[in-house]
C-alpha cells in the first residue's frame, strides 16, 4: 500500500478549512489514506518570523479578500469569522482525544469545528464550544472538557507542533506526500497532479 499523505493544519486558517473540505477526496482517488496533522500556527511563526495574513499591512485586506474569492471558486461555504485569527488549542486537543480512540471520528470532529467557525461563526477557541462540538457527534462532553486541560493531550499538540517543524512545515495548509512538501490549497491541483503521475 502506498504511504498516506501527511495533512498538516490550524483550525484557525481558512485555507486550512478549505483543504480539509477535500483532502480525503483528492488522496482517495488515488488510493491514499491521510494522516490529520492539527498544528498552532503561533507557535510555528515563532520559528519563521511570519505573522497572521490579516496582520500583515496591504497583504491583510489581500488575503482577507481571497478567502472569500477562494471559497467561492471552490463553491464551499465560508463566512469570514468577527474573531479572527483565533488561538485553536481547544479544539485541536479534543481532535487529538478523538483519535486517541478513532483517526476516522477525529476527522469528522475536525470537520464540523472548521464548519462551525467557518460556516456558523461559533468561536471553536471556547472550551465549552470545543468540547460542545465533540458531544454533537456523541463524544462525551465533560472528557472532551477534561482533555483540553489534560497534560496528556497538551503534550500530543505540542508534540505535533514539534514533528511538523522538524518536517519542515511552516503554514497551513501543508502537506507532504511521499517526502515531497507541498503549501497551500492552491496546490491542490499540483497535488492531484503529483499522485497521479509519481512525481517529476
Known amino acids: 500500500m502506498p504511504a498516506p499523505l501527511e495533512f498538516y493544519f490550524d483550525f484557525s486558517s481558512p485555507y486550512g478549512y478549505f483543504a480539509a473540505e477535500r483532502i480525503d477526496a483528492l488522496a482517495g482517488k488515488y488510493d491514499r489514506a491521510v494522516n490529520w496533522h492539527p498544528v498552532l500556527l503561533g507557535a510555528i511563526f515563532k520559528q519563521t518570523g511570519m505573522a497572521p495574513l490579516t496582520q500583515i499591512p496591504i497583504k491583510g ?41 478513532n483517526a476516522e471520528a477525529a476527522k469528522a470532529y475536525a470537520k464540523v469545528a472548521y464548519r462551525a467557525f467557518y460556516v456558523d461563526g461559533f468561536d471553536i477557541s ?69 499522485l497521479k503521475t509519481g512525481g517529476w
Open 126 to 194: 471556547k472550551p465549552d464550544t470545543a468540547a460542545a462540538l465533540a458531544a454533537g457527534l456523541g463524544h462525551d462532553r465533560n472528557a472532551a472538557m477534561a482533555a483540553i486541560d489534560d497534560p496528556l493531550f497538551k503534550a500530543a499538540l505540542k508534540s505535533e507542533v514539534e514533528q511538523a517543524i522538524a518536517n519542515g512545515v511552516f503554514g497551513s495548509p501543508f502537506v507532504i506526500i511521499d517526502g515531497e512538501p507541498f503549501w497551500g490549497v492552491d496546490r491542490l491541483a499540483m497535488m492531484e497532479e503529483w
Open 61 to 101: 485586506e489581500y488575503s482577507t479578500l481571497d478567502f472569500s474569492r477562494t471559497a467561492r471558486h471552490m463553491k464551499i461555504p465560508f463566512v469570514m469569522p468577527t474573531t479572527f485569527p483565533i488561538a485553536s488549542q481547544a479544539p485541536a486537543r479534543v481532535m487529538l482525544w478523538i483519535a486517541g480512540h
